[in-house]
């Protein structure tokens, strides 16, 4: 689940032998930590309204960061113009995305709604080739976004006329998933070269995605009754290592393995979501799900490829 982006700023100083556990265990942690992402935020639908859960999510997030960033003494950006598009970055990448996923699994399953995640690249490999001048076409990646989107046509089950198939629930995760590119795009043609750490940036940008969703959760939701624990536990747990533990590991592995290799966890999510959402929540799985999940996987891959320039 790609929660946050932020524009190249400054690198991060190279870790010191030692400090830190090997990046192909952080991977896998991070890989896991997105997967099961999808079953917290079922199991926090089942006792809390979907803005609730979202704001939650960030709440707990967001304070994960406000403690790394005083942990490592940095002060949040600068500037009204700068605040001004970090907002809509905490909209685009935080705030939309979010709250569809938790509104979409109302309705979907779990296994679906981290299938549907997994569509993201290929969204942002059409969209790039609109919006950015410096991403051309080859015929390997248009052949990758048509391939993915078969399998999305094969996950959900084209064939059979969606029989059986949420639309509202399903159009909302792919919409969710389509919104995660959209930022990004926004980011890299607002916020690159701000001069500001990564962390501070998305310490920021959660921070307004929080505010946003304490603006709208009382206008649609009603204080619950009672605080159910279970659905409260998965609430934090989202929060805590879903949006603000992933961010640091995510960032962790881009300044040491490059961004090419840590975005290689976009294809383990789906996965993840998948067994997960079948060996605990006892979610039914067809066998198009899992076939259309692989073509899916292998379409976005292929989007990824780009030819060396002479």
């Not at 704001?55 to 949040?76: E, N, P, Y």
């Not at 993915?148 to 029989?163: E, I, P, S, Y």
């Not at 879903?242 to 383990?268: D, I, N, R, W």
């Not at 067809?286 to 259309?292: A, E, N, Q």
Request: glycine share 10%; hydrophobic share 50%; with cysteine.
């Amino acid at each position: 689940m790609s929660t946050v982006t932020a524009p190249r700023t400054r690198s991060a100083p190279p870790a010191r032998p030692g400090t830190r556990l090997d990046w192909r265990l952080r991977f896998g942690a991070l890989s896991a930590i997105w997967g099961f992402s999808f079953l917290l935020i079922k199991v926090g639908t089942d006792g809390y309204a979907p803005f609730q859960v979202t704001l939650g999510r960030l709440v707990f997030g967001t304070a994960v960061l406000m403690a790394a960033m005083a942990a490592k003494r940095q002060r949040l950006p600068r500037g009204a113009r700068l605040w001004g598009h970090m907002t809509v970055a905490a909209f685009l990448l935080n705030a939309l995305p979010f709250s569809l996923f938790a509104y979409s699994e109302l309705t979907i399953p779990s296994t679906l709604a981290g299938i549907c995640n997994a569509t993201s690249p290929l969204w942002g490999m059409a969209l790039s080739l609109v919006a950015l001048s410096e991403d051309r076409p080859t015929r390997v990646r248009v052949a990758g976004l048509g391939l993915g989107f078969l399998g999305v046509l094969t996950v959900l089950g084209a064939w059979q006329g969606f029989d059986g198939l949420d639309a509202k629930g399903t159009a909302m995760a792919l919409l969710a998933s389509f919104s995660y590119p959209v930022g990004w795009i926004y980011v890299r043609r607002t916020l690159a070269g701000t001069g500001n750490s990564h962390l501070a940036m998305t310490g920021g940008q959660l921070l307004l995605a929080t505010a946003q969703l304490a603006v709208v959760t009382p206008l649609f939701t009603d204080v619950p009754q009672r605080f159910a624990l279970v659905p409260l536990l998965a609430v934090a747990a989202l929060g805590a290592l879903g949006t603000g533990l992933a961010v640091l590991l995510q960032y962790g592995l881009v300044a040491e393995v490059g961004p090419t290799t840590a975005q290689m966890v976009t294809y383990f999510i789906p996965v993840i979501a998948t067994a997960a959402g079948v060996a605990i929540l006892g979610e039914s799985l067809r066998w198009s799900t899992p076939v259309g999940a692989v073509i899916v996987l292998a379409g976005a891959a292929l989007t990824q490829i780009r030819t060396k320039r002479g």
